[in-house]
């Protein structure tokens, strides 16, 4: 777990980092200098490049992350195993994009005369770049990962961009540019971003251009199916959440897409644990499939699994006692009627990254055709579900459908795992820190607000984060947590 360890802290001082420039963007600069709509836009046009990306990547980001140790050549050239992702990936954009281009008329006409056409249809061709510079970095930051050198890429990625965007809207501030030119300016970066990771990767020489051989001709059929699968499964992920955002607008119409994609970006706080594990977590369980090493799977999800649930549940939990604080910022009072959704957003995530690394373990093992099942049926459940209470409860439905979507998904992989490998990280310890966390949330919901915002913050998440953190380390939830906490005491005490 050193390995782990090490990549996971130094991506999680990252990734918090850009959680805190993605607040500033999110509830400070974009609540103030762009309306509803705008921020409802934005979101739906960063949706859609998503699920662009994943459907034009083939899956064969996957392809790397799995096939990639198996054709390692200390030349560098690797069989030509990364001119054939490159080549791949390539067909798949440029199907992608003819497809795009072509039902545009289609998708324009499911959007009727709600607001926001204008924007949609003055930028819509903006998706297709930001959608290749999108690719091209994911390819890269793959092979990076494959090598263990993670953190760059997450900057790059996590940093970086939100720099950018915090920029643009301070331009939009001065009226140095409208919303037009932001979206340029955000193109824009993405190209940096791409310039500087192809630079990275350059100068760690993990491969040279090389023609294809025999030996990865003759996987080409294997590889090209799993990454096809992977991007099915990949697709869906993106789809799931994106349906929501998209029935939203639809039906609600683009500002409560503004308030939804909003409140989502909050809760995704929650998730920042996962991310900042599973970018190393998942070349190691690729590694360990590829050796056969089940034990070491085994205690990666086990331990992967009660973290998250620590980390994102004590995040949670000061989340939601500061709602009067994060309300005061947001600054627009359409918000103050809909903080439930952010309570259910937030639910979802928590179950989400408490499966672990359930999705990943199944995905990287020759039964990875299973993710693709459970993804295709919970596509269609989404569909359903997001229809169905989006049309009876407006932006809450989408919140409760988010919610009942991610409890089906885990409990669907948790259970495979458990019959097929007998793997299983629940225990008490589990329902532990779920006791823990009820017992700190109902207090902080009891304190007394402060006239300060500033002490009030201060004073309400000090507290309860250190009854929560005290409590977890003296009935020794994780190991992990009692050892980072241990390293930290004692280099304070030298």
Not at 420 to 433: A, D, N, T, V, Y
């Amino acid at each position: 777990m050193n390995l782990l360890r090490k990549q996971g802290f130094f991506n999680s001082v990252t990734l918090y980092i850009g959680v805190a420039l993605g607040f500033f963007n999110s509830i400070i600069l974009f609540q103030r200098y762009l309306t509803l709509e705008e921020i409802g836009y934005f979101t739906l046009l960063i949706t859609i490049s998503v699920i662009y990306t994943q459907l034009s990547s083939l899956g064969f980001t996957n392809v790397i992350t799995r096939y990639f140790p198996f054709h390692k050549t200390e030349d560098k050239t690797h069989g030509g195993f990364l001119s054939f992702v490159l080549i791949a990936c390539l067909i798949g954009f440029s199907i992608v994009t003819a497809g795009f281009i072509f039902f545009k008329e289609l998708l324009f006409s499911l959007y009727g005369n709600k607001a926001g056409v204008s924007l949609m249809s003055e930028l819509y061709y903006y998706v297709i770049p930001i959608s290749f510079l999108t690719l091209i970095f994911l390819i890269q930051e793959t092979l990076a990962r494959t090598i263990f050198k993670s953190i760059v890429p997450t900057f790059l990625r996590e940093v970086l961009v939100k720099v950018f965007t915090s920029i643009g809207i301070v331009l939009i501030m001065f009226r140095v540019m409208d919303f037009k030119d932001f979206i340029n300016f955000y193109l824009i970066t993405n190209l940096l971003i791409v310039l500087l990771i192809t630079w990275y990767i350059y100068r760690l020489k993990i491969g040279k251009p090389s023609s294809i051989t025999p030996e990865v001709r003759a996987n080409i059929k294997t590889m090209t199916g799993y990454g096809l699968f992977s991007m099915i499964a990949g697709s869906a992920v993106a789809i799931i959440p994106g349906l929501g955002l998209v029935l939203l607008k639809l039906i609600s119409g683009e500002a409560m897409v503004g308030i939804y994609g909003t409140f989502f970006g909050i809760a995704a706080v929650i998730s920042l644990p996962a991310k900042a594990l599973n970018t190393t977590s998942y070349q190691i369980i690729a590694d360990a499939w590829k050796n056969e090493d089940q034990d070491k799977i085994r205690n990666i999800y086990k331990k992967t699994s009660i973290v998250q649930l620590v980390i994102g549940l004590l995040l949670l939990i000061g989340l939601i006692i500061n709602q009067r604080n994060i309300l005061f910022l947001l600054h627009k009072p359409e918000y103050a009627n809909y903080f439930n959704v952010f309570i259910l957003l937030g639910v979802g995530c928590l179950i989400d990254i408490t499966g672990g690394l359930n999705g990943a373990i199944i995905s990287f093992s020759k039964y990875y055709k299973v993710v693709v099942r459970f993804l295709s049926v919970a596509t269609i459940l989404s569909a359903i579900l997001n229809y169905g209470f989006i049309s009876k409860l407006g932006i809450l439905g989408a919140a409760w459908s988010h919610v009942g979507i991610m409890l089906m998904i885990n409990f669907g992989y948790w259970l495979y795992l458990k019959l097929k490998f007998r793997m299983q990280p629940f225990g008490i310890k589990h329902l532990l820190c779920l006791v823990v966390g009820g017992l700190c949330l109902t207090l902080g919901l009891f304190l007394p607000d402060l006239t300060n915002f500033y002490l009030d913050v201060f004073y309400r998440s000090l507290l309860i984060g250190s009854l929560y953190l005290s409590s977890i380390y003296f009935l020794n939830i994780s190991e992990d947590i009692n050892d980072l906490i241990d390293n930290v005491l004692m280099k304070k005490l030298r």
